[in-house]
């Protein structure tokens, strides 16, 4: 089995690897379904799976391409609605969510539905929240997938979709929104970073081989807080990459955008 990877493999493998055996997370297509099946197939045999639409519990047998797929219910326990799925995170019952946008800041706030100073005449509309902002507000931890750059990883978002840390500190919760959930990790081509205890601002966990803090720093327009300690990213096995490659996505849709 070749062991070189690209990025993509890498992001998806590190994701995995996040997800432990018997926690329950909300996935949608793409990434984030890629990583919920190779956990699956790896450390974490009892991990549920639920996808937005309302499919529970499937055993996967390929990569669905929406989340009403019929493969998201496929040997599931239950085939439900979306307002079942949103009430189970509001019940507390969701461990992870995956999550994405346009642009993210240094407390984790996400936007996904315009770019420009005037929300209507932006200079980029995106489709908006769907079911991301109740899933970020209630899930006990919010992942996030992307590739890292300035205009991802931007001063400040130009529309709050999915709320994060909102301003830091203690202004989530003072916001209303439920002590203890929120942000957890953002995993990019770069490195993994999570968020300061009492600032709640981004934080380096580990750097990928091969990059440098000058990567982390020169990729994002606010400062990454840069701990004296901090991990080098374990590199993707040969198992976990035949598995992604073989069964997880082995038409290479997602991993050959890497």
């Known amino acids: 089995m070749e062991t070189t990877y690209n990025p993509m493999e890498l992001m998806i493998t590190v994701a995995a690897r996040n997800l432990e055996d018997g926690a329950m997370v909300v996935v949608g297509t793409g990434v984030p379904v890629a990583a919920a099946m190779l956990a699956q197939m790896t450390q974490s045999p009892n991990l549920t799976i639920m996808f937005e639409a309302g499919g529970i519990a499937p055993l996967l047998p390929t990569m669905p391409i929406s989340v009403g797929d019929s493969r ?55 489709p908006g929240s769907g079911g991301a902002n109740d899933l970020a507000s209630l899930c006990w931890r919010t992942m996030v997938v992307t590739p890292q750059n300035q205009k991802r990883f931007a001063n400040k978002v130009d529309f709050i979709t999915t709320p994060g840390f909102l301003e830091g500190g203690t202004s989530r919760v003072e916001a209303g929104l439920p002590a203890n959930t929120g942000p957890y990790k953002v995993i990019t081509d770069i490195g993994v970073y999570g968020y300061h205890e009492e600032s709640k601002a981004m934080m380096l966990l580990s750097l990928h081989p091969g990059k440098t803090l000058e990567d982390v720093k020169a990729n994002a327009e606010f400062d990454i807080i840069i701990p004296e300690n901090y991990e080098t990213t374990v590199e993707p096995s040969a198992e976990e990459l035949r598995i992604l490659r073989e069964k997880v996505d082995p038409s290479g849709v997602i991993i050959g955008r890497g």
Not at 100 to 113: E, F, R, V, W
Request: aromatic letters at 10%.
């Open 72 to 126: 998201t219910t496929h040997k599931g326990l239950k085939a439900t609605s979306m307002a079942e799925i949103m009430e189970l995170c509001q019940a507390g019952v969701v461990d992870y969510c995956f999550l994405g946008g346009a642009q993210i800041d240094k407390y984790g706030n996400l936007n996904s539905t315009m770019i420009g100073d005037d929300y209507n005449k932006p200079k980029t509309r995106f």
